[in-house]
């Protein structure tokens, strides 16, 4: 299979550098705001932050699923060592999740704003929480998988293709 | 740093008093906030454009809230970066990558901190500034106008775009080249075998 790909570099990438950690900036940055924007606007009954909410959501789930296309690529070039593996999977289970979970909830904020922009219902607020609860986790395992386990550096491409590791 | 004095610390393998690195997590918010509140401005602008196509998609839009979305954004990135920035220094400050090896655009890791850490300034600067900027243009020139921003406003979010490619490359390549903060990485170096130690 590996025959077909152009040339891979010295982070084993036929592209210059990891592409998944970028894209997920509109995800993780669009998301968090938009609670944010959903919190302060439903206390300080600004319904102009709303709208700044919901554009943000939209934005954020176009960005996940091209997150999870390019996760999918640089996963699939990552060659874990066994250490990693666990971790790679479940970012992997909850990325997949994730791209229907929060499209999910743009839909139902869609159908809220479709019926009245000015008011948000409490719950709505309740499950961006919970959204919220979720991403931070997502990008804890995705920051083990940079920080900790240096998939895809230099280093721990070059020991994998030494076969340092045991 | 002096590494005598970063051994006055108790760090773990990554050099940190703490498992993942801070910076490149507030990174996320700086780079997502600033370009979206562009973007967003961007299509505000170009408004009349695009005006059949929501309709065609059944998409309710308010051109004011397109500006909304601009104006917001921006300044949460604005305030996001202070943090970002610090918590930059702070890691950079505990950095010690190796002194020999050299980055893809040939540079030692020396060279690749300083531009970054200068780098990271100047962006801080610009950023802040372009909120002055929206913020005069959202509340005094152009309060009343269909159109709330300047195209020179627009032209400077995508250099400093084009900015921000160059430095996060930078802080990229301090990352997965010099392997600075990953603990696997260090553990390497030290002659260690991760796949033992980070079990």
Redesign the interface.
């Known amino acids: 299979m590996f025959e077909y790909l152009p040339p891979l570099n010295d ?1 084993n990438l036929p592209y ?3 592409m998944h ?2 894209v ?3 995800v ?3 998301v ?2 938009a609670v ?2 959903d919190v302060i606007g439903y206390f300080t009954q600004n319904e ?2 709303y ?2 909410s919901c ?2 959501l939209w ?1 954020s789930t176009v960005s996940l699923f091209i997150a999870v296309i390019f996760g999918q690529f640089d996963a699939g070039l990552s060659d874990p ?4 593996e666990s971790t790679l999977n479940l970012h992997t289970l909850i990325g997949w999740s994730l791209s229907g979970i929060l499209a999910a909830i743009t839909a139902w904020r869609y159908v809220i ?2 019926r009245d ?1 000015k008011t948000l219902p409490a719950p709505f607020l309740g499950v961006g929480v919970l959204l919220v609860g979720l991403v931070f986790f997502q ?2 395992l995705g ?2 998988l ?5 998939l ?5 491409v070059e ?1 994998t293709r030494e076969g ?3 | 740093m002096n590494p005598d004095l970063i051994e006055q610390l108790q760090l773990g393998a990554n050099g940190l008093p703490y498992q993942v690195p801070i910076h490149p997590n507030l990174v996320h918010l700086t780079l997502g906030l600033f370009i979206v509140g562009i973007a967003f401005d961007i299509v505000g602008a170009l408004f009349p454009l695009e005006k059949p196509v929501f309709k065609l998609l059944a998409i309710p839009a308010t051109r004011s809230n397109f500006f909304d979305v601009g104006w917001y954004n921006m300044m949460a990135a604005a305030i996001i970066t202070f943090f970002t920035v610090a918590a930059g220094f702070y890691e950079i400050m505990l950095a010690q990558p190796s002194a020999e090896m050299q980055s893809v655009w040939g540079l030692k890791a020396m060279e690749t901190m300083l531009w970054h850490g200068v780098g990271g300034v100047v962006l801080l600067l610009l950023i802040v500034a372009m909120t002055i900027w929206r913020g005069f243009q959202r509340f005094v020139w152009n309060r009343d106008r269909a159109r709330q921003v300047q195209w020179l406003y627009l032209l400077a979010g995508l250099g400093i775009f084009a900015l921000m490619f160059v430095h996060g490359t930078l802080g990229a390549q301090l990352a997965a080249e010099f392997g600075v903060h990953i603990s696997a990485d260090r553990l390497l170096e030290m002659g260690q075998d991760p796949n033992l130690l980070l079990k």
């Not at chain 1, 940079?146 to 240096?150: E, K, L, Q, T």
């Not at chain 1, 895809?152 to 721990?156: D, G, Y």
Request: aromatic share 18%; net charge negative; with cysteine.
């Open positions: 982070h210059p550098d990891t950690p970028i997920v900036h509109f993780i940055a669009m968090l705001f944010l924007c102009r932050l709208e700044v554009w943000n934005f060592y066994t250490a990693a704003r479709s922009p990008v804890y920051d083990l940079v920080w900790v386990y240096g895809h550096t230099v280093p721990v020991a340092v590791f045991q």
